[in-house]
Each structure stands twice: as C-alpha cells, then as structure tokens.
C-alpha cells in the first residue's frame, strides 16, 4: 500500500518562505513522477509543480520563479520550496505520486499553507 505523508505547511508572512516535504512509503518510488497540488475552498485542485524520475521538472505559470521542485529519492522523499510567497498561495496542498507508465495515482492528506499578515 502506497503512502504519502505531507509536511511542512503553516503561517507565514507575504514575502516569506516554507519548504514542504512528502514521504512516500510502501514501494520504491525512483522512477515514478511526483508532484504538488493545491485547492482552496470552492476550486478545483490544480497542479503547483511537478517532476519525474529523472528529475524534469514543470511547473504552473502562477508559482514560476518563486517555487522549486526536488526529489531525494534514497529517502523516497520530494520537497517544495516556496519563496516569495504571496496570499494568493493560501491553500491546501497535496502530494501526488503517479505509477509509472499507468494512470494510477496516489495522494497524501494536504498540510495547509496560509500566507498572512
């Protein structure tokens, strides 16, 4: 059984940074593409960025520039890191991992990111 646990969301000022962190358990992950997702209330959930075994890396128009991708695979781990956030990041973000070569995916829980004054 496939697990992702997501962390690293909290409150943080505009103009400030947090790295979030998914770890994924159950099978070895080096091939299979990862990446972050966010809803807010009332939206759809859309794509903030994502990267595939070999490490390429895409990412949404809106988050270019100020977020970054990484995967660490030896800990089945992948990060993002937020810079320069804005309120307009405030959401709940979750991790995704898709089975190579197949439409299955997987989901953590979300951790919250609230961007604040």
């Known amino acids: 059984q496939v697990q992702l646990v997501e962390s690293g969301g909290g409150l943080v000022q505009p103009g400030g940074s947090l790295r979030l962190s998914c770890a994924a358990s159950g099978r070895g992950f080096r091939i299979d593409p990862m990446g972050w997702y966010r809803q807010v209330p009332g939206r759809e959930r859309e794509l903030v960025a994502a990267i595939t075994g070999g490490g390429i890396a895409n990412y949404a128009d809106s988050v270019k520039g100020r977020f970054t991708i990484s995967r660490e695979n030896t800990k089945n781990t992948v990060y993002l890191q937020m810079n320069s956030l804005k309120p307009e990041d405030t959401a709940l973000y979750y991790c995704?991992?898709?089975?190579?070569?197949?439409?299955?995916?997987?989901w953590g829980k979300g951790t919250l990111v609230t961007v604040s004054s």
């Open positions: 995704n991992l898709r089975l190579s070569g197949t439409n299955i995916n997987y």
